[in-house]
């Protein structure tokens, strides 16, 4: 095929039908938009690549490996090989054994007219590359679809994500489309400044659901990236940043495993910092990283960490050694799972004494929460920034005013749950002449829990410095977090 035939077929209008792979909703989401609509053209180049002809041997090897076929000729020349393809034609393949090497095999296909060689490897799939496949045909025909589309738009296949308009993505279009959709209109969290929330004034604050962003406050949502993995689309699937077909039988480009984003390599390597997570794919509460859950529920702190926090506040706030004591680790694991099964369904977990007796059980689950987080609520670059802070300093203004800006740094998210749970935790303090927990007590035990420290190769740090730098913003946190004078 000719360059000038090749661009002129790649330039052609583009074919208005939808993505098959793609749900009613977000089509529909695209229709009568410049440039919403699916490029085909790679789609049908991968329809008219040649198919895999396996050649069997006519009498099987005895030592042929029990994950091959008929397909296996044993030991045989390059020469008889390149005879056996060209007889059978375009797509024709076999796997021989290496004449260079003892139990090696050599993967043969014809395409192009000619024969091509690939050393071949099984590991319970079968490889050649990256790529994994349950079957020879599989593997085959991944190989002849990757070749004919990059012999026949190649010059394309470089451009396309040059020539994306991401402004005009189905990704972008998909997020407006929803974005009224998935929000209700919810109050912020109110500042410190004002008196700390009791477990009442939470409840009335957030109604029977955690608080969520308004309109406002999703259109300022935070940056996140996406987490992309190569991902296998088991239906024709299209590229949400330049729109182009995703060519390939397996792992044909890469998925963000928080919103669902596709896109081929390359095209992901130019995605913005706009991962909008879903619950579609956040399917857990726990062990998720802070950010991705907050913005995948449309809250400004967890669910777990709030609800949790009103049910301590509720009727554990005299409960001596509240936080101190450990709750039943049965009770804590499976009030976990339910956290983990409801998070996917937007529902909320009773806390109550009537399914929760143990109040230390619930404290014991916020404890948990924390320690699970892939990220700390307070990260090693801030934590260090706020120990040197200390250091450098006894003029508490300036160890505020530092503070401060470290503080600043965390992700919103981090921000909201540890102002959040530094209110709780006065609280729980300003009753410690019932519960025995000072802020002292409460520092010594959370720290470990929401300070990064680092590892050993960045410096140790030692015990008594995480329970002073927690004290400090347990102590200041009002001057912290509120407005600067």
């Given amino acids: 095929m000719s360059r000038e035939y090749r661009r002129r077929t790649f330039d052609e209008p583009e074919d208005p039908t939808p993505s098959p792979s793609r749900s009613p909703s977000m089509a529909s989401a695209r229709e009568g938009r410049t440039g919403g609509y699916w490029k085909q053209n790679l789609y049908l180049l991968q329809e008219r690549a040649p198919k895999p002809r396996a050649v069997f041997c006519g ?50 296909m014809r395409f192009d007219g000619k024969a091509l060689n690939y050393k071949l490897f099984f590991d319970g799939q079968h490889f050649v590359g990256e790529k994994r496949f349950d079957s020879m045909d599989d593997l085959v025909a991944d190989g002849l679809i990757s070749m004919y589309v990059d012999k026949h738009a190649a010059d394309y296949i470089k451009r396309m994500a040059d020539e994306a308009v991401y402004e005009e993505s189905p990704y972008i279009q998909y997020q407006k489309s929803i974005g009224t959709q998935r929000r209700q209109q919810r109050p912020p969290l109110p500042t410190l400044n004002g008196a700390t929330p009791t477990a009442d004034q ?23 990236a996406h987490r ?6 088991r239906i024709p699937h299209y590229c949400d940043y330049c729109r182009n077909f995703m060519w390939g039988l397996v792992q ?109 059980s619930v404290a014991g689950l916020l404890k948990l929460y924390f320690r699970l987080l892939p990220q700390p609520l307070v990260t090693f670059s801030v934590y260090r920034e706020m120990a040197q802070a200390l250091r450098a300093t006894r003029n508490e203004y300036d160890r505020i005013k530092t503070t401060r800006k470290a503080v600043e740094e965390m992700p919103p998210a981090h921000v909201q749950t540890l102002k959040l749970l530094l209110e709780h935790l006065n609280v729980v303090a300003t009753n410690s002449s019932a519960n025995k927990m000072t802020l002292e007590n409460l520092a010594t035990i959370f720290s470990p829990t929401v300070l990064c420290t680092g590892s050993p190769q960045q410096g140790i740090i030692l015990p008594q410095q995480e329970q002073y730098v927690l004290h400090f913003l347990l102590v200041h946190y009002k001057k912290i977090f509120g407005p600067q004078r």
């Fill in 59 to 108: 009498v099987p090897p005895s030592n042929r490996p029990k994950y091959y076929g008929p397909e296996f000729h044993g030991l045989i020349d390059r020469e008889e090989t390149e005879q056996l393809l060209a007889a059978a034609g375009e797509g024709a393949y076999l796997v021989r054994e290496s004449q260079r090497s003892a139990g090696a095999y050599t993967l043969c």
């Fill in 202 to 224: 939470l409840r009335a604050r957030h109604g029977s659901e955690s608080s969520q962003w308004s309109s406002s406050e999703q259109n300022d949502a935070p940056q996140k």
């Fill in 228 to 233: 992309f993995i190569a991902h296998t689309f």
């Fill in 252 to 360: 044909q480009g890469l998925r963000c495993d928080d919103c669902g984003f596709a896109a081929h390599k390359r095209c992901s390597e130019r995605s913005l910092l706009d991962c909008r997570p879903d619950l579609k794919y956040v399917k857990r509460m726990f062990a998720v990283d802070l950010t991705t859950l907050c913005m995948a529920h449309s809250v400004l702190v967890p669910p777990v960490v709030e609800q949790c926090i009103m049910e301590v506040q509720r009727r554990g706030l005299n409960a001596e050694g509240i936080y101190r004591i450990s709750g039943s680790h049965e009770e804590i694991e499976k009030l976990r799972q339910s956290f983990d099964m409801c998070g996917t369904l937007n529902q909320r977990v009773d806390l109550s004494q009537a399914r929760v007796e143990d109040i230390h």
